[in-house]
Structures are given as C-alpha cells and as structure tokens.
C-alpha cells in the first residue's frame, strides 16, 4: 500500500478515537452535573410532601399526574392519586416540573 492510504487510514482512526474520547468525556460530566442537581431537586421536593401538587412527566410518557406527594427515596417519588388513592411511583429522571396547588376552600 502507499504512504498516502496509510495516512489516510490513520487520519480516519485518529478522528474516530478523538470522537469517542470525547463523547465518553461529556457523559461523564452530563453524569456529574445531573447528580449536582439531582440533591437540589430533591431538597426542593421535599419541601411539597405532604401537599398536593402536579406532576408533569416527560420522556415520551407525556402527561402529568395529580395527587399527594408522600415519600422522595433515592431517585423516586411517590404521588397518591385521585379519589381512590392509588398509589403511583414515579422516577424522577422523567419528572419535567411539579407544581403545587392551591389547597380548596370547603
């Protein structure tokens, strides 16, 4: 083979080794920084236990639910819903905003 296919098939591997170095680095700081802000969260919800909110879900889900926020484990929240107070677990990676609402006058 010649020189010029030879610098050129290791032009393609360098540019492919550099691309992957790079995508591995910024999951590891995509990893870092949804942990920093994975404690703010929390601490925030924690704050809403107890009261009736909105939970507006993402990732293809879509939707939201409505109901009490009892427990915040690790990475979980759990809403009791509706009137027959079920209860459902959410995961908070897919938690898009929570929004408290205003308690009904009787």
């Not at 879900?57 to 079920?86: C, I, P, Q, Y």
């Amino acid at each position: 083979m010649s020189p010029a296919v030879w610098i050129a098939l290791l032009a393609v591997f360098l540019i492919l080794f550099a691309g992957r170095r790079r995508a591995r680095n910024l999951r590891r700081r995509d990893r870092r920084r949804r942990k920093e802000s994975r404690v703010s969260m929390n601490e925030m919800i924690r704050q809403l236990l107890g009261k009736r909110c909105v939970v507006c879900l993402d990732g293809g889900f879509g939707g939201s639910l409505t109901g009490v926020l009892e427990a915040l484990e690790d990475n979980w929240l759990s809403v009791r819903t509706g009137k027959s107070g079920a209860l459902e677990l959410v995961n908070l990676d897919y938690v898009n905003r929570i929004q408290e609402l205003p308690e009904k006058k009787k």
